[in-house]
């Protein structure tokens, strides 16, 4: 296993440096997509749109690492409260990953709002760069052993912890891959929000299927993994949604409202969310 | 308004859809059931030593720098935290005192703080440990970077938080501060 990579003489631990490649591919995949989605309003607005979704990933980074500093010393509150200028000594795993992930979230939502580009379009780009950033992620985890397999005697298993185990990792890197391929591909023929609602229902089904053959899982009730709960209830959720765009079907160009003068949306909202 | 025929497509639609969510749900118990975690996995799992978040702390003994050996088996029931170091390292320098700091605070709870010195001579190591930063805490010479080895150490400093039971807890990678000591002695200070 790799825990840290030696890169031209610099030691680099491997699980921050794909936090870092999974951020980075994740946000330009996202703003090609939002550029994409941009074009089918109107053709020049592609560069612009794909321009803004630059600025605002890298206000929702600042924003998240920001909020996932301040709630990871809110948490050790007593240890900052007597040493505060320890706020400032930023050492490994001092950030607490979920608040900064969804102050990030709702940071890039709305800045892109206020720069008049819809939400559902915000939620569907986005949906492709995290799809691609999960993939990056989970071959983070095969380097460093994290999130391992089941043993077993399938010729492709691999020695991971001292037995032959399924390269689980790998399986999901490759579902998370095919998955935002797959969105992409149909980005633009989608109507709005329905890109996100797919990765909703294609995410879920990876989890529920690949979990089954990983060894690390929270279980409850003897056994019963907990991440195949959650992916079950989010993939009924995910149906759901998915058939109130099925049975009133409009493609994406035909119902967004056009830009105005400036290339722009006028609304921040678009035509999905009237849908439902 | 929407024409009699259209109704029907959207009735059509409804109905596939409202399928597909129960085939969805049946198949999905079926298989989080199927796919429950063997108990059998679980102990095997529990079991293995291995230098990774949630196996047991691979076993070793060594020297210390100020006489004696350290078996890490004895030291179970107790909470321990591994630092692999050397002292030209100047993140593991830097974090010496923290580390000094911790073993105090949290020594009555039976926590050990334990240096791994990677490949230095005892009076290399006494001279800057016990003489320059004055730290108390034990301290064992790994001299042909075996137990480095054996935990699959490539950077220093790395820290590993292991619990009573001898279950690594986490590890970390890179100079600690207090507050990132405390939140990993969290951890594995609880009975």
């Given at each position: 296993?790799?825990?840290?990579?030696?890169?031209?003489?610099?030691?680099?631990?491997?699980?921050?440096?794909?936090?870092?490649?999974?951020?980075?591919?994740?946000?330009?995949?996202?703003?090609?997509?939002?550029?994409?989605?941009?074009?089918?309003?109107?053709?020049?607005?592609?560069?612009?749109?794909?321009?803004?979704?630059?600025?605002?990933?890298?206000?929702?980074?600042?924003?998240?690492?920001?909020?996932?500093?301040?709630?990871?010393?809110?948490?050790?509150?007593?240890?900052?409260?007597?040493?505060?200028?320890?706020?400032?000594?930023?050492?490994?795993?001092?950030?607490?990953?979920?608040?900064?992930?969804?102050?990030?979230?709702?940071?890039?939502?709305?800045?892109?709002?206020?720069?008049?580009?819809?939400?559902?379009?915000?939620?569907?780009?986005?949906?492709?760069?995290?799809?691609?950033?999960?993939?990056?992620?989970?071959?983070?985890?095969?380097?460093?052993?994290?999130?391992?397999?089941?043993?077993?005697?399938?010729?492709?298993?691999?020695?991971?912890?001292?037995?032959?185990?399924?390269?689980?990792?790998?399986?999901?890197?490759?579902?998370?891959?095919?998955?935002g391929l797959f969105l992409w591909w149909y980005l633009r023929r989608l109507q709005s929000g329905e890109t996100f609602w797919r990765l909703i229902v294609g995410g879920s089904l990876s989890i529920l299927v690949l979990a089954a053959f990983r060894a690390t899982s929270p279980t409850v009730m003897g056994g019963v993994r907990v991440p195949q709960l959650v992916a079950l209830g989010l993939l009924l959720i995910g149906l759901y949604v998915l058939s109130f765009y099925a049975?009133?079907?409009?493609?994406?160009?035909?119902?967004?409202?056009?830009?105005?003068?400036?290339?722009?949306?006028?609304?921040?909202?678009?035509?999905?969310?009237?849908?439902? | 308004?929407?024409?009699?025929?259209?109704?029907?497509?959207?009735?059509?639609?409804?109905?596939?859809?409202?399928?597909?969510?129960?085939?969805?749900?049946?198949?999905?118990?079926?298989?989080?059931?199927?796919?429950?975690?063997?108990?059998?996995?679980?102990?095997?799992?529990?079991?293995?030593?291995?230098?990774?978040?949630?196996?047991?702390?691979?076993?070793?003994?060594?020297?210390?720098?100020?006489?004696?050996?350290?078996?890490?088996?004895?030291?179970?029931?107790?909470?321990?935290?591994?630092?692999?170091?050397?002292?030209?390292?100047?993140?593991?320098?830097?974090?010496?005192?923290?580390?000094?700091?911790?073993?105090?605070?949290?020594?009555?709870?039976?926590?050990?703080?334990?240096?791994?010195?990677?490949?230095?001579?005892?009076?290399?190591?006494?001279?800057?440990?016990?003489?320059?930063?004055?730290?108390?805490?034990?301290?064992?010479?790994?001299?042909?970077?075996?137990?480095?080895?054996?935990?699959?150490?490539?950077?220093?400093?790395?820290?590993?938080?292991?619990?009573?039971?001898?279950?690594?807890?986490?590890?970390?990678?890179?100079?600690?501060?207090?507050?990132?000591?405390?939140?990993?002695?969290?951890?594995?200070?609880?009975?």
């Amino acid at each position: 296993m790799f825990p840290v990579l030696s890169i031209a003489g610099l030691t680099i631990p491997v699980e921050p440096l794909f936090w870092v490649l999974a951020f980075s591919l994740g946000s330009e995949i996202g703003g090609r997509a939002l550029g994409r989605l941009g074009a089918n309003l109107v053709p020049s607005q592609q560069e612009r749109w794909q321009g803004l979704y630059s600025q605002a990933t890298m206000v929702a980074l600042v924003a998240g690492l920001l909020v996932a500093r301040i709630s990871y010393a809110g948490m050790n509150f007593s240890v900052y409260r007597d040493s505060p200028t320890l706020i400032f000594s930023i050492r490994p795993g001092t950030f607490a990953a979920t608040p900064g992930l969804i102050a990030a979230a709702a940071v890039l939502g709305f800045w892109l709002m206020r720069h008049s580009v819809g939400l559902w379009h915000v939620t569907d780009a986005t949906a492709v760069g995290v799809a691609a950033a999960m993939a990056i992620l989970k071959v983070g985890h095969f380097l460093t052993g994290a999130a391992y397999g089941q043993p077993t005697d399938m010729p492709w298993g691999i020695v991971v912890w001292g037995m032959v185990r399924h390269p689980v990792q790998l399986y999901e890197a490759s579902s998370w891959f095919a998955i935002g391929l797959f969105l992409w591909w149909y980005l633009r023929r989608l109507q709005s929000g329905e890109t996100f609602w797919r990765l909703i229902v294609g995410g879920s089904l990876s989890i529920l299927v690949l979990a089954a053959f990983r060894a690390t899982s929270p279980t409850v009730m003897g056994g019963v993994r907990v991440p195949q709960l959650v992916a079950l209830g989010l993939l009924l959720i995910g149906l759901y949604v998915l058939s109130f765009y099925a049975r009133s079907p409009q493609p994406r160009a035909e119902h967004d409202s056009p830009p105005d003068e400036e290339g722009s949306r006028s609304s921040g909202f678009d035509a999905a969310s009237h849908q439902m | 308004m929407i024409e009699p025929i259209e109704q029907v497509e959207i009735s059509k639609a409804s109905g596939y859809w409202r399928g597909l969510m129960v085939v969805a749900l049946m198949l999905g118990i079926g298989w989080i059931n199927l796919s429950r975690l063997p108990q059998e996995v679980v102990a095997q799992d529990q079991a293995i030593q291995a230098p990774m978040t949630g196996f047991l702390a691979p076993d070793f003994s060594l020297q210390f720098v100020d006489g004696g050996e350290f078996q890490l088996s004895t030291r179970r029931g107790l909470p321990l935290i591994i630092n692999f170091w050397a002292t030209w390292c100047p993140p593991c320098r830097a974090e010496m005192p923290a580390l000094e700091s911790i073993q105090q605070q949290y020594a009555s709870q039976g926590l050990m703080v334990l240096g791994v010195d990677q490949g230095e001579s005892p009076e290399v190591v006494t001279q800057f440990a016990r003489q320059t930063v004055k730290t108390t805490f034990p301290l064992v010479l790994d001299r042909q970077l075996q137990v480095g080895q054996l935990y699959g150490v490539r950077a220093l400093p790395t820290t590993f938080f292991v619990d009573r039971e001898g279950r690594i807890r986490s590890i970390k990678i890179g100079a600690l501060d207090t507050a990132s000591l405390v939140d990993g002695v969290q951890q594995i200070i609880t009975p």
